[in-house]
Nanobody
Framework: QVQLVESGGGLVQTGDSLRLSCASS????????MGWFRQAPGKEREFVVG????????VYAESVKGRFTISRDNAKNTVYLQMNNLKTWDTAVYYC?????????????????WGQGTPVTVSS
């Protein structure tokens, strides 16, 4: 089993930055792609960004390209999401997930383990 715990969410203003972390424990996820998803109130969960097992490949949703950066430190079993220039529409609960494959995908169904989420609220 894999346990994922997100942290770093909070209340910020438009244009601010936040860094989310996702710490894993239990079975190693160093050989798995990792992803961040988000779910805004009243909306479906959506893919934000994914990173390959090695960190060499990333996939971003168009809405966050140029503003968000994903990275991972396999030695620390941690994945990070640096979010810059936050917008009000970035407000959501952000979830970390461990993928089934080595390469990242945008489909939530291809991620087997999920964290409990960390809320991010961006006010204008």
């Amino acid at each position: 089993q894999v346990q994922l715990v997100e942290s770093g969410g909070g209340l910020v203003q438009t244009g601010d930055s936040l860094r989310l972390s996702c710490a894993s424990s239990g079975r190693t996820v160093s050989g798995s792609a990792m992803g961040w998803f988000r779910q805004a109130p009243g909306k479906e969960r959506e893919f934000v960004v994914g990173i390959s097992w090695s960190g060499g490949s990333t996939v971003y949703a168009e809405s966050v390209k140029g503003r968000f950066t994903i990275s991972r430190d396999n030695a620390k079993n941690t994945v990070y999401l640096q979010m810059n220039n936050l917008k009000t529409w970035d407000t959501a609960v952000y979830y970390c997930a461990a993928g089934r494959y080595r390469s990242p995908t945008t489909r939530g169904s291809e991620y087997d383990y999920w964290g409990q989420g960390t809320p991010v609220t961006v006010s204008s």
